[in-house]
């Protein structure tokens, strides 16, 4: 038993066909190294929320502090109420927006429509908002106000220095 | 018996359509996926209501000195007084700087070398990586630094909505 094809006769051109088609490049250390990589990327990746920048200004050297601000500026004060919480006061307004847990989200709106209320009442020069933050104010009750202040349209939003 | 044999050789798993879902993976995650620069730390960003944060990609701020605010407190937050509202430190180009108490002397110049590096331009600016849960006591000296720097911009980073 020498095997079938010593038995039959195949065509020299049928031969050469069916050669070509048998030669297949190796496939194995191609998909090895495909998912080696595939592995990394699984394993390495960690999707991040997606990040934006809001433009402000930096007081000049030294630093504004709350006494040099104009009167017609809006000075908007953050104070924290209670761990979790925040107090939004504007300056010249009779009561101030509370919120927290829950709350925040409609704070944060009612804070905006106190906002774009006030700029509507401004005629003439251009309103500039002051953000005066209490110390133990946490960081994202002073990004929203300030993101409040650039939705309600004002162009000139800035940190007062509590000294 | 050989013949058994024979089909049991036969048999072959058709792995075509496993390359190409496999190529598809390595296609989404090459083009969607950006190296993590040393200068970004992983905090908790604010996410404002109606955010008006501009994305990275639609700013061209090329002078920029990055400085994160890395809070103490758990992902999960903390009732501890000790660690709640504190930040942990402030990371400027890879190096710590202390914040209990704010060594203003050394963010003063370590600023100022950043924005003598980036070309002294009036483009230049402070981008603030803050924590959401740390208390604003400790983002007032950093900005006094930078103001004391000669920096007059500043970039609140914040969540996209």
């Known amino acids: 038993m020498e095997g079938d094809e010593s038995v039959h006769y195949v065509p020299p051109r049928q031969r050469r066909v069916r050669a070509s088609r048998q030669v297949q490049p190796p496939l194995t250390p191609m998909i090895d190294v495909v998912f080696q990589l595939l592995l ?33 500026e809006l000075n908007l004060e953050i104070h924290a109420a209670g761990a979790m919480g ?4 504007v300056r010249g307004e009779n009561m101030g927006i509370e919120g927290s847990g829950e709350s925040l989200k409609s704070a944060a709106n009612e804070l905006h429509q106190l906002l774009v209320e006030r700029r509507r009442k401004q005629t003439g020069t251009e309103l500039s908002v002051f953000i005066s933050p209490a110390p133990d104010v946490r960081w994202e009750y002073v990004v929203e106000a300030f993101n409040q202040a650039v939705r309600a349209g004002y162009k000139k939003v800035g940190f007062v220095g509590g000294e | ?14 792995l075509t359509p496993m390359i190409d879902c496999v190529f598809q993976l390595m296609l989404f995650f090459i083009l969607t996926s950006q190296a993590a620069s040393q200068l970004i730390v992983p905090v908790e960003l604010a996410h404002p209501l109606e955010s008006k944060a ?4 639609k700013l061209d701020s090329p002078h920029k000195v990055i400085v994160n605010v890395v809070s103490a407190e758990p992902d999960n937050g903390s009732s501890d007084p000790l660690v709640m509202g504190k930040a942990v430190t402030y990371r400027i180009n890879n190096r710590d700087f202390t914040t209990q108490p704010v060594d203003m002397d050394a963010l003063r110049s370590e600023l100022r070398a950043a924005k003598d590096a980036g070309g002294d331009d009036d483009e230049f600016c402070l981008e603030i990586r803050g924590d959401k849960k740390v208390h604003f006591a400790f983002f007032e000296p950093l900005m006094r630094a ?4 000669g920096i007059s911009r500043m970039n609140i980073s914040a969540r996209v909505d």
């Open chain 1, 86 to 89: 925040v107090r939004y006061y």
């Open chain 2, 146 to 149: 930078a103001g004391d720097a």
């Open chain 2, 54 to 57: 501009i994305a990275q990609d």
């Open chain 1, 40 to 72: 990394f990327f699984l394993l390495g990746t960690s999707f991040r929320e997606q990040e934006g920048q809001l433009l402000a200004s930096l007081p000049e050297k030294g630093g504004i502090t709350a006494s040099e601000v104009i009167v017609q």
């Open chain 2, 1 to 14: 018996m050989a013949r058994q044999g024979k089909q049991l050789a036969d048999l072959s798993l058709n």
